[in-house]
């Protein structure tokens, strides 16, 4: 009876609140009265008269997922703040206090996956929540709230004004009087909400990067824009993770787990997709032809990836409808992105964080990437000598633009492929370019009957194995098919080694390289530098097009130069390189084993050419052709930097390029691995390698008669040994680079009188005795990733 009374009591007081509160606020009706009313999974309401909307809230406290995304961008792939681009994903609510109202993101990460509600609830009180925004309360009723939503959409929610600050642009805050929201964009649907702002941020810009983008560099107005997501049902099934399945990993810790049994809960991204569905993409329709064909032919590929996992009509791909928005949750769009300069593509997915279900894909296409394609094309081929025939030309200027647009389509189904939850696979192109999913360099070949180029099987067309074994895995029947399908790829020799693994420049998988083609790295650098000097040879006028400036030449050389600064980053992975895989316990295989000493030795010979000067050295044709910029032009970072002022600087181009290679070789976690595998196998040692950047690099430049690019090889050696031995070495590695300076010093000392012998002497001195270099190294290289 005492409970009864108290719970009585409580009743009345709550209902005495809800009523102080119902009266201090005007009801919903007639505060929205004059207003347009948009009805869907949250009704919002927008005053034309003051330019504002208003949130509608029930109050039963439902989750959802929150959405920010930034439709409009700033167009500089520096910044990083492209049109489409994706925010964060959070489980969200709001809760209802007195006159507030709390946006409140939830801590999705620790759980506790129990029916056990008092479990439940000690996790959640564990760990922090985080209220994204706070609301007053302007109108009511007995069943939801409204809020004024506006401030909070007009307020930097995609981290703008930090990440023009890390990028140096300039500090800026948002300008409330320059901003409004966007009508034409917000729209309010069954399952989603969708609001949109034009967001303005003032400020001083003194960036170079934003004042190259922006029509005022002090005023930078955006879009920012919000979704409200209504959560899946609970009938989606999520599939465990499979380190060797090739698909990412969402990841939560359950703090329910049984004692003995791991707290790290891993399940696969991926759509829902039973029989029958259809998975669709939308392309943006304003990419312009023959870009189009090419970007939905590409995309289109996966259909045959899904019928071999079951679903013959499960994929498809279309244009986006002229009155849909790209940031509609309810659209998987490929969106066609413009920037200043070139720059990387991005798959990125709206995922479910409770369950790993993608919701909605999103790519982003650098338009850019195309013309660089055409530019490595037209750099190779020389499609413009003057002994061609009007017809000859026509047809390599279609085989340039044929290559780059086969390299659209791979990369078009390469960012679709992210976003069905497929990672990287850079050991792919080691098994005949097995997947889209790696990064691929354009296959350039030598014709034995004329002895030209050709671009013919520049890049790979449709599905490979190994993507097709991905989705077997991620969207086919499941269950005891999964672990075969893992056992199916080893049987056919597929590997699968991504990010983590193969972007470090110490990386040791000698399969796990990106840009780079062939089963054999150290054979294809060898190959390519062949092609590298018949590019060369006749680089000139040929490659320039009719009444094009001459000084375009410097820009075109690039790509042919560097031809071999690619597979230079996989061929050095062979040296203390080490074959291991993603191995789980019960593999039938569990080992690491070092790369054979022979191949280690190989790939040092044949990488020891990308430092010779014989090899960088540019032919005195070429060099003869590079101008200065003609009047309106000018440089860029496309283009090697020099000493020299105005006139092309070839010595510095070699040096970079040796530069380049050498701290590729003298990377210290190569190094430190190499002396342990001596240690353990007599192998390729660490005096091996400084022997031979001895022999190639240095050596040369001891001699009476040793050219300019010689010297400057020389000391850029010098220099990488030098900044090695500055950084925190073992006691054994710091041990033999002191011993290969202390060698050096001596070789020099014993040298003729030079120059360069008393810059050397006067230089390995201040070393020693001060612990300083006083040389710098050569400019880095142009711009390589992404090609």
């Known amino acids: 009876m005492k409970k009864l009374m108290l719970a009585l009591v409580f009743a009345i007081m709550a209902g005495f609140s809800l009523a102080a509160n119902a009266s201090t606020t005007p009801a919903i009706n007639d505060f929205t009265a004059d207003m347009e009313a948009h009805k869907g999974f949250f009704t919002y309401y927008h005053d034309r008269q003051t330019g504002q909307y208003f949130l509608e809230i029930p109050r039963d406290e439902q989750q959802f997922i929150f959405q920010t995304s930034l439709p409009w961008g700033l167009g500089s792939n520096d910044i990083g703040l492209d049109r489409g681009q994706l925010g964060a994903t959070r489980l969200a609510s709001f809760q209802i206090e007195g006159d507030k109202a709390l946006l409140v993101h939830h801590n999705s990460y620790f759980r506790a996956n129990t029916d056990n509600q008092a479990e439940r609830a000690s996790i959640d009180e564990a760990f922090a929540d985080s209220v994204i925004a706070g609301f007053k309360v302007v109108a009511s009723n007995s069943t939801a709230i409204v809020v004024n939503y506006t401030p909070f959409l007009l307020s930097d929610t995609h981290g703008v004004v930090q990440r023009l600050g890390q990028s140096e642009q300039g500090n800026y805050k948002v300008a409330s009087d320059r901003s409004v929201v966007y009508p034409a964009r917000s729209k309010a649907f069954p399952d989603n909400l969708e609001l949109e702002a034009k967001v303005t941020f003032s400020g001083q810009g003194n960036g170079r990067y934003v004042r190259q983008v922006a029509a005022d560099a002090d005023h930078l107005t955006l879009h920012l824009h919000h979704s409200f997501i209504r959560l899946p049902d609970a009938n989606y099934q999520p599939r465990k993770f499979h380190p060797q399945s090739g698909f990412w990993a969402e990841e939560h810790r359950d703090y329910a787990a049984p004692l003995g049994a791991s707290m790290a809960v891993k399940h696969i991204p991926r759509h829902r997709l039973a029989k029958g569905d259809t998975l669709t993409y939308y392309l943006d329709p304003g990419v312009p032809e023959p870009v189009r064909s090419a970007l939905l032919d590409g995309a289109r590929w996966w259909q045959d990836a899904f019928a071999a996992a079951g679903h013959p009509d499960a994929f498809e791909v279309k244009e986006l409808p002229a009155e849909a928005d790209p940031m509609d949750i309810r659209y998987n769009v490929i969106q066609w992105v413009h920037r200043a300069t070139r720059g990387w593509s991005y798959g990125s997915s709206v995922i479910d964080p409770r369950t790993g279900e993608i919701l909605k894909g999103h790519v982003t296409l650098g338009s850019l990437r195309v013309r660089q394609d055409m530019l490595i094309a037209q750099s190779l081929l020389a499609p413009y000598a003057e002994d061609l025939s009007a017809e000859q030309q026509q047809q390599l200027e279609a085989n340039i633009k044929a290559m780059a647009l086969a390299r659209i389509r791979q990369l078009s189904a390469h960012e679709v492929g992210h976003t069905l939850g497929i990672a990287h696979n850079f050991a792919a192109s080691s098994h005949d370019r097995a997947s889209v999913m790696d990064y691929p360099h354009p296959l350039v070949s030598i014709d034995r009957t004329s002895g030209q180029l050709s671009l013919a099987d520049a890049y790979a067309e449709g599905m490979g194995i190994w993507d097709k074994q991905v989705v077997r895995y991620g969207y086919g029947e499941g269950g005891e098919q999964l672990a075969r399908i893992i056992e199916e790829n080893r049987e056919l020799g597929l590997a699968f080694i991504s990010d983590a693994d193969a972007r470090p420049v110490g990386g040791a998988h000698p399969d796990a390289h990106l840009w780079d083609n062939g089963s054999d790295p150290v054979t294809e650098l ?135 290679s050498l701290k590729l070789l003298l990377n210290p976690q190569r190094l430190e691995r190499l002396a342990q595998q001596h240690d353990q196998s007599q192998g390729l040692s660490v005096a091996q390698v400084f022997a031979q950047v001895a022999t190639t690099a240095i050596e040369p430049a001891r001699q009476q008669q040793a050219s300019t690019v010689e010297e400057r090889i020389a000391f850029e050696a010098l220099t990488a040994t030098a900044e090695l031995y500055q950084q925190p070495l073992s006691a054994v590695l710091k041990g033999r680079v002191l011993h290969f300076l202390k060698a050096e010093y001596a070789a020099w000392q014993a040298a003729p009188e030079s120059a360069a012998r008393t810059l050397a002497v006067d230089a390995l001195e201040q070393l020693f005795n001060q612990g300083e270099w006083p040389l710098e190294g050569s400019p880095a290289l142009p711009p390589g990733s992404p090609i």
């Not at 191995?583 to 044949?606: C, F, H, M, Y």
């Not at 930097?641 to 070839?650: E, F, Q, R, V």
Request: glycine letters at 4%; a positive charge; zero cysteines.
């Open 526 to 660: 060898e190959r390519i530098l062949a092609v590298r000097t018949t590019a060369l040879e006749q680089f000139g006028l040929a490659n320039l097009k009719a009444d094009a400036p001459v000084s375009d030449l410097r820009a075109i050389l690039v790509p042919t130069y560097l031809l071999h600064r690619y597979q230079a980053e996989a061929a050095v992975k062979m040296i203390a390189g080490e074959h291991y895989t993603y191995a789980v316990k019960g593999d039938s295989k569990v080992e690491r084993r070092p790369v054979n000493t022979n191949q280690q030795q190989r790939a040092l010979n044949i990488l020891a050419q990308t430092f010779s000067a014989e090899q960088l050295s540019l032919p005195a044709d070429v060099a003869n052709v590079l101008l200065p910029y003609a009047y309106g032009s000018r440089a860029s970072r496309e283009n090697f930097s020099g000493k020299t002022g105005l006139i092309p600087d070839p010595d510095t181009m070699a040096a970079s390029a040796a530069r380049f």
